[in-house]
């Protein structure tokens, strides 16, 4: 049986290679045509208005003779791609043997294997789509190609078109882009770490990611120096080479939209991640979501509204993002100047403190677990927890001392933003309840401390995931994934992948979030989101940070979601972080009003019905009208009193153990802290080796006095909603199969089903060889 598979898998591999022979040979009478036309594809994104967002054109390059290139940067894109190039006939057989055992353990054909005449013929005739057709064909392309051209003519135009990131094709743009410098200008350490930028250019070039950079470099020194390319003296001076990268490159062929740069890099990045392919490549058609002219209506918005406070309120930094029930993304600001840094506020995960912006998910877990309901009266009572390792006491309080009534109902709790109401409902339902929800139901992908502070919004989260979080509460239990691209189409017009509404079905129970809809409904009539109340039927909630570092407005209505957020920034030690603003600034007073400026003008636009709420619920009960009388927005947590008193409540009962969960408005016992003492650590947004990114340091409501950092929480191993992705993609060794390490020689980018990857590093690399 085997030996019959094994036949007919020949067989078929032989009738697709000479098929593919025979088209190469009668493409070849097209070659020079090939050569000259390959410069002329562009690559563009537009909007969903016909706007051109961004384009690249493959002739932002400084052609070169071979030459004219330096035998070092020959050698170094030799030794990082193909290190057998004058050695094979164009197909390097170990190679594609190697290949192809890791990709029947995997069952799926990659990009492995190719050589640097391979991969020539897939700039001139094949493109990059990953199929066995394509990869026959660039076999039969690469050996008829070696009978019409010489190896140096064949480097020479591999050199001149390949992509190296940023907008350089070409060896000669990639010097000039990353170090402002002529060919022969680079030394053997800039050569190496050009030369492994061809893997993946949009992601570890030297101005995205200088520490993987860095790192690829010396891996292709090690394979320099094991080649005799350069002597070992040469190999430890460019290891020890310091990069000096161009601090303000320029890319002649490069065209993005003003105001969309953020949106451009979120788009590159989303497909390039998704389909493997490099869509700066030429000839790609990229049509995504963005309506253009409410990005500039957004972005004018935001800029007026900085302006305009700037001095007196101290804010210079805003973002907003916009989406429709679909998730098509019609708005995303991620920061306004983007020639500074590059970290965009909307998508980055773990970036910013979302304050009270977080209590709606919270009591939707209480909610739906019954703890508390509609009818609810919440404690509003004093709460004290004690550090027993440092002896330090922690007390949240409210942000108005007029806040001081025993009980308040659960709408006015949150209308008002009751902190301590909300302390005792975590405490009650279960921190670690609320971080399960958070995670399978309402779609938060970054890290949540499962400890009473997250109530206030402690843990770091973006914008684009609030914007799903509360997508539930706006499709009535349903949950819709943000995403910013329509569709991907080829150099030759074939649709490469169409992106459909990722959708969440009974995501969350529908009585639930008809419930939280009334809530946020609530919160816009008669509470701290009052500013909002000029656009038709909008929910939504408030969020400001300790000592005003973070302020915050997400809501919706009528089918269109916003999320806003303003702040202050500052550059500390090259890095920047986010300070105080003006403490007269609340999410009601700032990121509201801007959120009414956008949203009016995209409510106009994409307003449409979703419906009613069902109306069967066990705890649905009728609305109360109330009047909260503060004169403060209580977002914005008071500080810590004389006595070192903070603003997060205790966990633990020092008799039992058990959670205090306070009844009546008596001031309870000190209880023993159990939760963390510090804010939860979070992900540097940036990652190792970028741009210095944002670095704030919002309390998220807590007072100065802030509690442990606590372990990061486990996730659900497995996610009812299918939100986790099901495939995981990795770099592995082309020699073991196993995942790649630094100094693995050749590696191939693979893509398994989640759980089917391999999970050991290679063991037969290392840095001898």
Known sequence: MFATVLLLGASVLSFLYFKAHKEAEDAMGDLQKRIDSVNKLTTKMLSKDGEVLFSVSTENRLPLKLAQIPKFVQNAVIAAEDKRFYKHTGVDLPSIFRV??????????????????????????????RTLKRKMNDIAFAQVLEQRLPKDRILELYLNKVFFGEGAYGIGEAARIYF????????????AMLARCIRRPSVENPIRDLKA????????????????????????????EKPKVNPKPVNNGVFVKPGAEYFVDHVMAYVEKDLGLDLKNGGFTIDTTLDYGLQKHTLSVLRDFVRENRRDLRINQAAFMVMDSDGNILAEVGGLNYREHHT???????????????????????????????????????????????????????????????????REALASSINLCAIHTIVEVGPEAVVQTAYENFGFRSTLAAYPPLALGASFVSPIEMAEAYSVFMLHGDRVRPKPVVRVTDPDGVVVKEYEAQKFPGAFDAGVAGEVDELLRGVVEHGTGREALVVPNARGKTGTTNDAKDAWFTGYADGVLGVGWVGHEVKSHGNWVRAEMNPAVYGGNTSAKIWAAVMGVAHDRYAKALGTFPTESKIRVKPKDQEPGVDVDPDLVAPPDAKGNGDEAGMTDTATGDPIVSTTPAKPEPARLTGPATPPARPDPDGPGKKPGRNGAGEGGNGDVTPP??????????????????????????????????????TVTRTFKRGKEPKRKCRIHGPGG
């Open 344 to 410: 965009n506020l909307v998508t980055t995960l773990g970036g910013l403190q979302p304050g009270s912006g977080f209590k709606p998910i919270l009591y939707a877990t209480a909610l739906k677990a019954g703890v508390i309901n509609m009818d609810s009266m919440l404690s509003n009572a004093p709460y004290t927890q004690v550090d027993s390792s440092t002896g330090v006491v922690y007390s949240p309080r409210n942000a108005s001392k007029s806040e001081n009534q025993k009980y308040y109902s659960l």
């Open 100 to 129: 192809i055992f890791v990709d029947v353990r995997g069952r799926r054909l990659s990009q492995g294997g190719s050589t640097i005449t391979m991969q020539l013929v897939k700039l001139l005739f094949n493109g990059s789509a």
């Open 213 to 240: 950079a860095t790192a690829n470099r010396d891996v292709v020194l090690g394979i320099m120096r094991e080649e005799a390319m350069i002597t070992d003296t040469q190999y430890e001076t460019a290891v020890a």
């Open 180 to 191: 402002n410098k002529n060919i022969d200008e680079l030394t053997i350490g800039e050569a």
């Open 709 to 746: 950092a606590p372990d990061r929480p486990k996730r659900p191993a497995k996610r009812d909603d299918e939100s986790q992705p099901e495939t995981v993609t990795v770099e592995i060794c082309q020699d073991s199969g196993l995942l790649a390490n630094p100094y693995c020689p050749e």
